[in-house]
Each structure stands twice: as C-alpha cells, then as structure tokens.
C-alpha cells in the first residue's frame, strides 16, 4: 500500500524534450535561489498541480496561486511538523489567518498574513527540541 502511494506521488512528464520530475508536497531546489513545491491537485486548468515558488534565500519572495487556505494550513503542517493538523488546529489557523488578513489591511489572507502563520508554526513547542 506504500509503495503504491509513493508511486502515486511521484510524477515523471516529458515534454517538447524536456522532462519535468517532481514530488508532490516536497520543496525542491529548480535553480539558483529558486525553490517549488507541487500541490498534488490536478485538472485539465493546472496540469498536474499548482505550483508554488519561493525566491530567494533567507528573506524570501512567495509566488503562489492560491487561495485554498486549508490545503495551504496542511501542508505547512506537513511541512513543519509532519502531520496533519487536527481539526481544533485547523479552525485556529483559519481564524488566525482572518485576523492577521485584516490587521494588514488584506481583503483575504495575502502574503503578510501567510508569514505571520508560518511564523507562529516555527514557534510553537513542537518544533522545538534539544539533543
């Protein structure tokens, strides 16, 4: 059932000689300074996924289609912590990302917003550890 689901994943396409390789949910490097992560939905509108880029290195640029913020809230939780949010979690982060979307003057939550969210994840006592 694993090895099904890793293959599932996992998308090779070739295309005008050109191939394009990439994890569903993982950052990857795709050139100097430049990072992408696939979301793993599909349609004959975004291909196989859409993508989100990340510019630059320590203070970073995020270009991202948006704006399925409870996808975007798993897999920052997938990210940063390896799991997916609990449903009380979920109902905090929307809440949270409300609140910072209006504090900054955003009709819906924008990038500030984001990066407050992001913020407050590499925060939290779950992230944090000692040896």
Known sequence: MQKQQQLQSKVHY???????SFDYGKIEQIGPGIRRVIANNPSPFTFHGTGTYILGTGSVA???PGPDDAARVRAAYALAFSREP?????VTA??????Q???HGEAQPGEKAWADFCH???????????N
């Open 14 to 20: 070739y295309h005008c000689r050109r191939k394009l």
């Open 86 to 90: 609990s449903d009380a979690e979920q």
């Open 94 to 99: 929307s809440a949270f990302l409300t609140a």
């Open 62 to 64: 995020v270009i991202d």
């Open 101 to 103: 979307a209006k504090a």
């Open 120 to 130: 407050a994840l590499l925060n939290v006592k779950e992230f944090v550890f000692l």
